[in-house]
């Protein structure tokens, strides 16, 4: 199911051909720095550059022999190279080469999500342009409150995207960090210049420090902005399920042709799209506290971080890749009901202009507290007898003392409640709204 949602290449960045590709590119960066310091001579470095390879199924059959991976890649790559194998992996350690193609893989999938993200924020704002007049019952608590308008819902999530595009992209360049300092981070074996020069080729940046790892507070920080972000396509998610449902009707998702919503009930049309982004967001929160509880690890390091990662580095990324790809195309085919939002902002028969009827007799000089008994006792017969607010209050001979007919009319403007909104669009999108 996800695999139709999810481009080939997110799934192909964690696959064992290009896992390895990654672990063959920090060594030979290592060899081409160590070369240039002089440390490898320049016809051996020549022959591993022309010759260096691996083969995935030698790499597993060789591991089932010797129980370690690094192991195994490396006698795989000897194999191809020859005697000037010797100098690869000269110096380093297992972590020199998983840490540093670790980040390219995240940074990799970072990018990808970037672009993602980004193609919803330009479907947010067309649609927010769209429906920038369209106007709609706010609602708190689940309870009509005062007009707003549909497309300020809109840029509500675009503005809450954009800073998680910020978020993302600053978490991008936290784990675009390598590091080839040994078994302890001491440079014991090889200089923090190769180090620097190896990085660089990378296209990374060396840790100022490290011990046999780069620290996991950079994961914790690259896995929790991916739950951040699955918050906000939940948050999204969320609100187009309820407005879907058959007692509010105002948007629904599309619903293609031959779809099915229920084996049992054909007049159904269900938003499985938005519930399926609601679960799995569920899973990458729950993968963000797994990459916080790999910043505590043995002294100068243990191993209990790397299963852990093995599975959410690949998982969270997929799936982020996923909900963003399907949220984007449920946003683009969001059918709108227009006249179904008005008919609900008028099912509570004018309640909603509560607010604005108080600070007009406010306005006239009655206390506060007095008013809004006056109106209160207006509003409760409207929930009670079903009648309609306006027509209370121009019955209501107290009010009649202090506001008159034309008055009271003017407090049932919508414009009274969306006169700012090009005001906050300008905000949101600046001139470009």
């Not at 919508?414 to 470009?432: P, Q, S």
Request: charged letters at 25%; hydrophobic letters at 40%.
């Amino acid at each position: 199911m996800i695999s139709r949602y999810t481009r080939p290449e997110m799934g192909r960045i964690w696959e064992d051909q290009n896992r390895y590709a990654k672990w063959l590119e920090v060594e030979l960066a290592a060899c081409e720095a160590m070369a240039e310091e002089g440390l490898i001579p320049r016809d051996a470095l020549q022959t591993i550059l022309e010759k260096a390879d691996f083969s995935v199924d030698r790499i597993l059959e060789i591991e089932a022999q010797t129980k370690h991976d690094v192991i195994a890649f490396l006698t795989n790559v000897e194999e191809y190279v020859g005697p000037d194998s010797r100098f690869i992996h000269m110096g380093l350690t297992s972590s020199d080469v998983l840490d540093t193609s670790l980040a390219l893989l995240l940074k990799e999938a970072m990018e990808m999500i970037i672009g993602d993200v980004r193609d919803i924020m330009a479907v947010l704002k067309k649609r927010a342009m769209e429906h920038k007049k369209t106007v709609m019952i706010g609602r708190s608590h689940g309870i009509h409150a005062e007009p707003i308008t549909f497309g300020l819902k809109l840029a509500l999530w675009y503005a809450e995207m954009e800073r998680n595009l910020t978020r993302l992209t600053d978490a991008k360049d936290v784990i675009s960090c390598g590091k080839l300092s040994g078994a302890v981070g001491t440079f014991a074996n090889v200089s923090p210049g190769v180090e620097a020069l190896a990085c660089e080729k990378l296209g990374l940046k060396p840790a100022p420090i490290s011990n046999q790892i780069v620290q996991r507070d950079r994961h914790a920080q690259y896995f929790t902005s991916l739950a951040v972000l699955a918050g906000t396509l939940e948050k999204i998610a969320v609100e187009i399920r309820h407005l879907q449902r058959t007692e509010v009707l105002e948007a629904e998702e599309p619903f293609s042709k031959g779809q099915k919503g229920s084996s049992a009930m054909p007049h159904k049309k269900n938003p499985i799209g938005s519930e399926n982004i609601s679960g799995l967001a569920r899973l990458v929160r729950s993968n963000s506290l797994a990459a916080m509880e790999n910043m505590a690890l043995w002294h100068e390091r243990d191993i209990s971080h790397s299963s852990v990662e093995r599975v959410i580095g690949p998982d969270s990324t997929i799936l982020a890749d996923y909900m963003l790809k399907r949220l984007t195309r449920l946003l683009k085919g969001l059918v709108v009901h227009p006249e179904r939002m008005m008919e609900n902002l008028n099912r509570t028969r004018g309640l909603i202009f509560s607010q604005q009827f108080l600070l007009a007799l406010a306005r006239k000089g009655i206390e506060r507290q007095k008013a809004y008994v006056m109106v209160q006792r207006n509003a409760m017969k409207v929930w009670e007898e079903k009648r309609d607010f306006k027509d209370l209050l121009l019955k209501d001979p107290e009010i009649g003392r202090y506001l008159n007919a034309q008055e009271i009319g003017a407090v049932f403007d919508l414009g009274y409640h969306l006169k700012h909104v090009d005001d906050i669009f300008e905000r949101v999108f600046g001139n470009r709204s």
